[in-house]
């Protein structure tokens, strides 16, 4: 059984920091690029960043760029995203991807809250 656990979501103020973690497993990790989406209130679900299997090429989105990591560790099977000077803008439901071809799977979120 496939299952993509995502945790360390909160509330932080602007400015700060969280590290948001997926745990994988049911499937072979290491053959799988890795994503975190967003999905903030009212609006539709954008793509954060990406890391390819074997963590050697890593892409973000034009907003992320420089404040947030995406990393891997494929000996734990788990996928990581550090957000730094986060912004309330940054607000959303964080969710982990898997994808392999045709083969596309998701977590079921973790909620970020940025506000003072």
């Known amino acids: 059984q496939v299952q993509l656990v995502e945790s360390g979501g909160g509330l932080v103020q602007p400015g700060g920091s969280l590290r948001l973690s997926c745990a994988a497993s049911?499937?072979?990790?290491?053959?799988?690029?890795m994503s975190w989406y967003r999905q903030a209130p009212g609006k539709e679900r954008e793509l954060v960043a990406r890391?390819?299997?074997?963590?050697?090429?890593?892409s973000y989105a034009d907003s992320m760029k420089g404040r947030f990591t995406i990393s891997r560790d494929n000996r734990k099977n788990t996928v990581y995203l550090q957000m730094s000077s986060l912004k309330p803008e940054d607000t959303a439901v964080y969710y982990c991807?898997?994808?392999?071809?045709?083969?596309?799977?998701w977590g079921q979120g973790t909620q970020v809250t940025v506000s003072s």
């Open positions: 049911g499937f072979t990790f290491s053959r799988y690029a």
């Open positions: 991807n898997a994808r392999r071809y045709t083969e596309d799977y």
């Open positions: 890391i390819t299997s074997t963590g050697g090429s890593t």
